[in-house]
C-alpha cells in the first residue's frame, strides 16, 4: 500500500513558478516509480514527469521538457514548475506506479490505482 499527498498548488501568472510536493508513506512506496499527472478541463489524463527509485533516472514530457524538473528527498516527491503557461492549469495528481523492464514510464502513471486527492494549479494570461 502507498499513500499520498500532495501539496502547493495554486494561482499565478503566465511566466511564475510553483513547486508541488508530495507526502509520500506505506510500507513500499520506495520501491514504486513516483511521479505526477495531471487532468485539465475537458482534457485527457497527462503523464508530466516520473523518477527512478532512488531518483537516480527521471523521465519528463514532452509539453514540460526544460520547464519542469522532478526529484525526491527522503519520502518527499516534488515538482518544480517553471515559466508556466496557461496551458499547465490543471489539477495535478502524485501518483506511484511499478517498474517495469528496469524503467519507470509516464504512462503508467496515468493507470496507477495509487494517487492522491490532486492539487489545483491556475495560471492565468
Known amino acids: 500500500q502507498v499513500q499520498l499527498v500532495e501539496s502547493g498548488g495554486g494561482s499565478v501568472q503566465a511566466g511564475g513558478s510553483l513547486r508541488l510536493s508530495c507526502a509520500a508513506s506505506?510500507?513500499?512506496?520506495?520501491?514504486?516509480?513516483l511521479g505526477w499527472f495531471r487532468q485539465g478541463p475537458g482534457k485527457e489524463r497527462e503523464g508530466v514527469a516520473t523518477?527512478?527509485?532512488?531518483?537516480?533516472t527521471t523521465e519528463v514530457a514532452d509539453s514540460v521538457k526544460g520547464r519542469f524538473t522532478i526529484s525526491t528527498a527522503k519520502n518527499m516527491l516534488y515538482l518544480q514548475m517553471n515559466s508556466l503557461k496557461p496551458e499547465d492549469s490543471a489539477t495535478y495528481y502524485c501518483?506511484?506506479?511499478?517498474?517495469?523492464?528496469?524503467?519507470?514510464?509516464?504512462?503508467?502513471?496515468?493507470?496507477?490505482?495509487?494517487w492522491g486527492q490532486g492539487t489545483q494549479v491556475t495560471v492565468s494570461s
Open positions: 523518477i527512478y527509485p532512488g531518483g537516480y
Open positions: 501518483a506511484a506506479a511499478g517498474v517495469r523492464g528496469g524503467h519507470c514510464y509516464l504512462a503508467d502513471l496515468i493507470i496507477s490505482t495509487y
Open positions: 506505506g510500507s513500499t512506496y520506495s520501491t514504486y516509480c
